[in-house]
């Protein structure tokens, strides 16, 4: 499908994606953020059961300061 450059910096080749707001992210501007809370879902954010307890989400720099990531 081509090559999509980064959403932030514009500069780079995205090979992440926000799992918030879908914006595509190179390796230097994705963010990960874990989630400690197995049973709750965030923004309703389908992941894989296969690891109950710690969840990692990769999201955008602006996602991670505004979406409320603790409980
Ligand atoms: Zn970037
Ligand atoms: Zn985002």
């Known amino acids: 499908m081509g090559e999509k450059n980064c959403g932030v910096c514009q ?3 995205a090979e992440f994606t926000c799992s918030a707001c879908s914006v595509p992210l190179c390796a230097e501007c994705v963010r990960e953020v874990a989630i ?7 923004l309703g954010v389908l992941t894989s059961p296969l690891k109950s307890g710690m969840k990692k989400q990769k999201v955008c720099e ?10």
Do not use: A, I, T
């Open 11 to 13: 500069k780079k080749v």
């Open 36 to 42: 400690e809370n197995p049973g709750q879902r965030v």
């Open 62 to 71: 602006k996602c991670m300061k505004e979406v409320d990531f603790v409980e």
